[in-house]
């Protein structure tokens, strides 16, 4: 509804033309009078006087004849820029949130469910660490308590029933921050804001200096040296997840409708071990990266025998990732109550017939080598490309083999024919290994014959895991 002022601009118009004639007479007496000293000063004190009674009769008559609605926009502009203001300073909270959710306040009423949810241990919360998944049980948090004190939600995609989108870096990678992001909208009762949270969490950075390819040569001249001067080389943490799998599978089914989603989210962080090396190097291309290499998973995963010099050419290194000397954690493993916290270490055959679930999910989280990589020995297979343009691409080290076998050490690796994922597709050749590392531990009786050569054979399913790495050019500053 509009109300009008009773005033219209003809009266007022006629109001100010009889004032007008006043001041005129007035000025005629004063002119003829004993103030003609007056006269200029009054004048213009007049005109002023008439300036402001005109524009103070043109105010009020806008107002009054405005839309009472109208006389709040700037009271309401004013909330608009305040809620804007508070969901800038949320999207900060909630950037802290996504690092590192186990540490957020916001995780307090339920973070445990939904590590639950996830089938994570209460010691494994730093898996959610910029994760989508994080996010999720934030949203659904939201969406099953009204909290007074809840500053914003997340929109909803009505058609994907989704709140969130994977923005991969071939999508808005501009050379500065090569990571994949999560695109999200923030709502409150008057305004959105867009928000881009980054995966700056799954990365481990290579250290530079001098490295040696596959397993000790116990010769420092047949040990195949190579370096990282001048480049930085980044290796993802973790092997590429099931959930993982299932993000990028949305964006890609077309390319891959022979793939199908893996939907129990107790599976989501568990690594996901289908997959031949196509569909392992598209998954690490979009992402701006390669599928790691044998050489940069050597140099990850070894401890340096002269730490402090990045220089030596020294490079004796142990088959453990733990120990530098075999014998010592040999020992450690014939003592049984050290052997549940080794299958932490290296998840062997002996641990994955171990009844206690522990066991199999803290390896997920915990113990990582000198670099910072988990999951570099036991459990899985490994996919590693080799540099050496040679056939051996498979780390094999794995549940599927004794832990006193030689195929369970740093830098062994066997041949893979990426066809398939049956025994018969894999080939262990006793041939390859450095026989007389071998057969010394066979004659001082450090393991027997049939404990080294012995796999599991009652798989018909053998699963082969595979992560991702990038490197950058310290000189140019371009990520290859």
């Known amino acids: 509804m509009i109300f ?44 002023l006087l ?72 209460a010691w494994e919360g730093s898996r959610l ?22 500053k914003f939600s997340f929109k909803q995609n009505i058609n994907e029933f989704l709140f969130y989108k994977v923005l991969y870096p071939s999508m808005f990678y501009l050379g500065k921050y090569p990571n994949r992001s999560y695109g999200v909208t923030l709502q409150s009762q008057l305004s959105e804001l867009n928000v881009q949270l980054h995966d700056g969490c799954h990365e481990s950075y290579i250290e530079q200096r001098v490295y040696a390819l596959g397993e000790n040569q116990n010769d420092v001249e047949l040990e195949l040296l190579f370096d990282n001067f001048q480049q930085n080389i980044f290796v993802d943490k973790f092997q590429v997840t099931v959930g993982e799998y299932n993000l990028w599978l949305k964006e890609f089914k077309k390319d891959f409708a022979h793939l199908n989603f ?46 402090k010099n990045p220089l030596s050419k020294e490079v004796f290194r142990g088959g453990f990732f733990w120990e530098k000397k075999n014998s010592d954690v040999l020992k450690s493993w014939n003592d049984d109550a050290k052997k549940e916290e080794l ?45 050496d343009q040679s056939e051996f691409n498979l780390r094999s080290s794995s549940q599927y083999f004794s832990f006193y076998s030689p195929w369970n050490r740093l830098g062994v690796r066997a041949k893979w024919d990426e066809v398939g994922h049956g025994l018969k597709n894999f080939q262990f050749d006793l041939e390859y290994l450095n026989a007389k590392n071998y057969h010394d531990d066979l004659k001082k009786g450090k393991i027997s014959r049939d404990e080294a050569e012995r796999i599991d054979t009652q798989k018909t399913d053998y699963g082969v895991a595979f992560r991702c790495f990038r490197w950058v050019n310290t000189d140019s500053g371009v990520a290859q």
């Open 4 to 47: 009008h002022s009773e005033l219209s601009l003809f009266d007022i118009q006629n109001s100010i033309i009889e004032f007008y004639k006043n001041i005129l007479t007035l000025f005629f007496i004063l002119e003829n009078g004993p103030l003609k000293i007056l006269k200029i000063t009054s004048l213009v004190f007049c005109l």
């Open 343 to 387: 299958c932490s270490y290296l998840f062997s055959l002996e641990c994955a017939g171990s009844p206690s679930s522990k066991i199999q999910t803290k390896f997920f989280s915990q113990n990582p080598s000198y670099n910072g990589l988990h999951q570099v020995m036991g459990q899985y297979f490994e996919y590693l490309y080799p540099v």
């Open 262 to 307: 893996i939907n129990d989210p107790k599976k989501f962080f568990l690594p996901v071990t289908h997959l031949k090396p196509r569909e392992m190097e598209h998954y690490c291309a979009v992402h701006k990266r390669q599928v790691l290499s044998t050489q940069w998973f050597d140099a990850g995963t070894f401890i340096p025998f002269d730490i």
């Open 129 to 150: 660490n910029c994760s989508v998944y994080a996010l999720d049980c934030l949203n659904q948090y939201f969406l099953t308590h009204d909290r007074q004190d809840q």
């Open 50 to 121: 008439i300036f402001a009674l005109i524009g103070a009769l043109g105010y009020f008559v806008f107002r009054f004849n405005r839309d009472p609605m109208a006389l709040n926009v700037d009271r309401y502009d004013r909330a608009i820029w305040d809620d804007q203001r508070k969901l800038i300073l949320a999207s900060k909270e909630l950037q802290k949130y996504f690092s590192n959710p186990e540490k957020h306040v916001w995780s307090l009423p339920f973070f445990s469910q939904c590590l639950k949810n996830y089938g994570l241990n």
